[in-house]
């Protein structure tokens, strides 16, 4: 039995690949370039990109559980051929499919959703993981600068989504569900500055920007439009089910839902100047 993970090089599909290994499945890894992938060697990398599906007719040939994301190729757009995807998966053999859901309306959930293969849709809250944006600031200049501060967050440790999919793509019990998957408590940017300062050894100053501030830095970044009136929205008010906190990980996987004192202290040299600076935190 063997599971496919795409976006397998990504943040959340490095986390399913390892999650199925350590459950001792075989794996196999779908990306565009397998020499630059990075994998455990107990992986089996293989060339294919989800923007042209016949070429994941080799990589599907065996596989009982596929990952699935919505998006490809280099910019990253909506993917359109879910209904050839999802018929190569029928013709393979697939039982189980997974997808992790982009945030918006996709057509290849839509087409998962609609098909005749037992699936499970993924919906993370805030990915731990974005905490990395911050690292630069802090080795640098010890600070955090963001708007609307008191803005909060279930945010979810990203091995706690792989977690999730890697027993959805391999046991009973979970075709047709719907995993908000979020982490054990809500914080604010406050909460998440004094966990990484504790982690790391060293103070963090915390900077609200105000809201000319903010569209400035945004602007400045290139943000479009959209993306910068989507950012003021969740930052203004984050959505319900952005800050609350859901029992899906300890429910479907049988362990509590990881802390982001835990990631901090996982990802504590990351926000050092020097691996080896350890200073008490004041």
Partial sequence: MTNLVT???????????????????SVRALTRDPATADLPAAVETVRGDLTDPDSLRAALDGVTGLHLITFGGP???????GPRILELAREAGVRRITVLHGGGPSPVEDTVRAGDIDWTVLLPVEFMANALEWAEPVRTADEVSEPFTGRLSAMVHEGDIGAVAAVALTTEGHAGQEYVITGPEVL?????????ATARGRAIRLVELSEEEA???????G????VVDFLLSVYRDTPAVGRTVADTVERVTGRPARTFAAWARDHADTFRATPTEAPAAG
Wanted: zero cysteines; glycine letters at 8%; proline letters at 2%.
């Fill in 7 to 25: 976006g397998a090089t990504g943040t959340v599909g490095r986390e399913i690949v390892r999650e199925l290994l350590e459950r001792g499945h």
């Fill in 75 to 81: 910019y990253y757009a909506p993917l359109e051929t």
């Fill in 188 to 196: 604010t940017v406050r909460d998440k500055t004094e966990a990484l």
């Fill in 215 to 221: 569209l400035a830095r945004w602007a400045a970044a």
């Fill in 223 to 226: 943000h479009s439009h959209e």
